[in-house]
């Protein structure tokens, strides 16, 4: 089993490969870039222990001279002050504008370190090895790099391709269950805005909370159709100009929600899954999409036994502040992408803080 | 007098306005470009104190929404940390996409400017008003933004356009001769590697140490010969993959006696015109130019005042050392910008250490 899909860009390329025990031949992969002889991989402990050694010795063996630069795990780590560490390591390594930085981790480990391939020596590779089931179908493609800001999720950015994606289904082995669901989540995602299919064939199996639930087959068949989705909207809009502002369906108030609660009582996935829900439930309220639609897509949250509701605590006068500060407000409305159908969404800025109020509500 | 240089780029072109009185027009000059309302004004105390009440009340007057963020003047404060307090500065006015950050300083504002600006929700506008006449005629055009590493100078950084530049001659009657001079240092450059004709008006200047021995209607024109100069390369080498290094000129060693230095002792036009001089007698010593056009270039940094020997006390080894972690290194070897004649350069990596090392002893 194996799929590569490839992401069309005006100024470089790049190719997503999805395939069993893939991580061991990363080396030749990067070997077919003509890339620089330096590579700094890097990660965090738990991962490292896992699969940091045969990345090294897949590289080494192709030739590369590599180091390591390990960070603590974990969201709130995903600061300047990691970054300064991966600065200090290229620095030490001498990395040069022909050298490579390798991400062998999850979302976190991938956004800081495409930004700081992106921001030293104004440049440099970018090797995506994402970890965790939502960086493989969602953070490890298309670009966006960045660390937060101690008041808001990737306030601090830059568009950065990777010259490369290479994903192992095999590593999801390691991935706590908590993990695998909140991936589920960008999965769901995709089927209701962009592949009814992939909807479908999710609805057809009879788990998607743990991924010793999930056939092989099948896996290789989400994260590829997952991949497709999200390299095919990237190839169409790679800054974000329109389309790709669609792949936020449910972050709007997920971030919201993942801001509030310090990026710790909920993680990325589950605030997405209550966001989704949300967003599901402003759309009926305006019409735009039918009881049914909603319900099928409630179903496939909870089957992913993804949260449906905001965590007890939180208020709701609390989230329509703060997304005013969201990076998707434009001229002080807030943005919201809403569904239409299963497999096709839209978006507005006419959704009043009134109505998003009520539905609030609803999930309390 | 007013000249309009254009920046011709594939992504988006922009202008470079020359013109005596430009900082009280800034708000029409903006108003054009349909930017969003927010505006943030980056300075030092300073240059604020004197230009700072004419930017933001012409930008005022022009209907933006304006605030400032005043930084501690100086290189030294090029760093991360600075660059926290424009992010910082950014969330409390809640600086959207289309808000635009504007720098009213010399190259240390400017770069950090158009980095924070790189950087903030991905990508945000700048526009720069450069103060200093090395920022007018090299850092405010071009994109190269970023800050220093300990360790390093611009390291960390990135491309960034900016959407206009505007330059009024008229503020560097406010600049203290020092850093005249160090200005003078690139436009010398450019006249050796790019305009033969502005090496020539150069030259016939009676002085070229202090803004009040220049005419004003040569300084009109050698702002105008720089610019585009600058302007030229930048249109055709955007990324520096190619032509763009040719603007390295007396940067290779410069940046090593900078570094040195500690950033104190000499300034950044200072070690440029030390760095020519070195460049220039390797040329003469690898019989790529002649010892007639080496004296004429001497002559010229002489006239402008600027230091044409090492600072005392500055070891050559440490100094051929520190030319291994520029950026300017490829596969290990230092590449090096070369005079031919007045007005043309070329770019080599075969300049052996032994050569340097015996042409900065004759610099001590
Ligand atoms: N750049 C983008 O386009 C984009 C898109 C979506 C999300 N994101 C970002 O991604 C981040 C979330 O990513 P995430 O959910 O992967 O979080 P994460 O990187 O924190 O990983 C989640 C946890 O799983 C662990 N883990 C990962 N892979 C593992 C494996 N194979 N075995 C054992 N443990 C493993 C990690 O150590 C971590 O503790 C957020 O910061 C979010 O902003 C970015
Ligand atoms: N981005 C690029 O392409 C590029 C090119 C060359 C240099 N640079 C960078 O530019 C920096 C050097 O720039 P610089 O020489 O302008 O240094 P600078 O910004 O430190 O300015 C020099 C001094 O002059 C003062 N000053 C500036 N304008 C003034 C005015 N009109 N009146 C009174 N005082 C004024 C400043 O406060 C400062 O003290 C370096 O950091 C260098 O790396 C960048």
């Known amino acids: 089993m194996k799929s590569v899909i490839t992401v069309e860009l005006p100024q470089q390329s790049y190719e997503i490969t999805i395939a069993p025990g893939a991580v061991d031949d990363l080396g030749s992969w990067m070997n077919r870039l003509c890339l620089g002889q330096k590579v700094l991989v890097v990660s965090n402990p738990m991962i490292f222990r896992h699969y940091g050694q045969r990345l090294m010795d897949t590289l080494t063996e192709a030739g590369f001279e590599v180091n390591s630069c390990i960070l603590p795990a974990g969201e709130r780590y995903k600061t300047p002050m990691s970054l300064q560490k991966i600065y200090d390591a290229a620095l030490v390594q001498r990395l040069e504008r022909s050298s490579t930085l390798v991400a ?117 068949e989400i994260l590829t159709r997952s991949c497709e989705a999200k ?64 319900q099928r897509q409630l179903a496939l949250i909870q089957k992913a036994r993804l949260p449906t509701q905001l965590p007890p605590g939180l208020d709701r006068g609390e989230i329509v502040a703060a997304l005013q500060t969201d990076k998707k407000v434009a001229a002080g409305r807030v943005r919201f992408v809403l569904p239409t159908q299963i497999g096709t969404a839209t978006v507005t800025d006419q959704v009043g803080s009134a109505l998003i109020h009520k539905v609030l509500a609803t999930l309390q």
């Open 231 to 294: 390299a095919h909207v990237v190839s169409q809009d790679e800054k974000e100009s329109g389309l790709r502002a669609i792949l936020n369906y449910g972050h709007t108030i997920g971030h919201a929600v993942e801001s509030l609660t310090g990026y710790r009582g909920v993680n990325h996935g589950e605030a997405v899954g209550i966001g989704m829900v949300a967003a599901g439930a402003i759309a009926v309220e305006m019409q735009l999409w039918s009881q049914g639609d909603h």
């Open 104 to 220: 062998l981790g999850g979302g976190v480990i991938g956004d800081m370190t495409g930004f700081a391939a992106a921001t030293w020596l104004r440049g440099i590779a970018v090797v995506q090895v994402p970890t965790s089931l939502l960086a493989m179908v969602d953070a490890a493609i298309g670009g966006k790099t960045g660390v937060n800001h101690p008041h808001g999720k990737n306030l601090i950015g830059a568009f950065h391709q990777p010259r490369l994606v290479v994903i192992d289904p095999q590593v999801l082995k390691t991935l706590p269950a908590r993990e695998f669901r909140a991936g589920m989540a960008e999965v769901i995602k995709y089927g209701v805005i962009w592949d009814a299919a992939l909807f479908a064939q999710l609805e057809s199996s009879p788990r998607l909370d743990q991924r010793r639930y999930v056939r092989e087959s099948l896996l290789q």
